[in-house]
């Protein structure tokens, strides 16, 4: 099974939404928290949101806070963002993001150690 795998990418227009989606192992699912990350062509890697795997605390970038939400579903292994009132420059390639190591603490977002393949957001204004 692959590590984590996303879904639910597309193009809208402005102010639309869409939900994405990122299944994940049951080993990966197990790490201490699980990230969502977004890259813009032409600029450097972003995170958006983090949730806390026990806590189910979640952490948002400023850029997208009150319009994203991250939640998981325990019973699927599966990390969601919802994302409302998109905008043009939330327009990139979108990647889960978690840590198969036994840390006990989530790590800093450039040392996670498993990601996904992505799947493409396209805003159209």
């Known amino acids: 099974q692959v590590p984590l795998a996303e879904s639910g990418g597309g193009s809208v227009q402005a102010g639309g939404s869409l939900r994405l989606s990122c299944s994940a192992s049951v080993y990966i699912y197990r790490s201490a928290c699980l990230r969502w990350f977004r890259q813009a062509p032409g600029k450097g890697r972003e995170a958006v949101a983090t949730?806390?795997?026990?806590?189910?605390?979640?952490t948002y970038a400023a850029s997208v806070k009150g319009r994203f939400t991250i939640s998981q579903d325990n019973a699927k292994n599966t990390v969601y963002l919802q994302m409302n009132n998109l905008q043009p420059e939330d327009t990139a390639k979108y990647y889960c993001?978690?840590?198969?190591?036994?840390?006990?603490?989530?790590?800093?977002?450039?040392?996670?150690?498993?990601w996904g393949q992505g799947t493409l957001v396209t805003v159209s204004s």
């Open positions: 993001a978690a840590d198969s190591r036994p840390l006990g603490y989530c790590p800093p977002p450039d040392e996670m150690d498993t």
């Open positions: 949730i806390y795997s026990n806590s189910g605390v979640t």
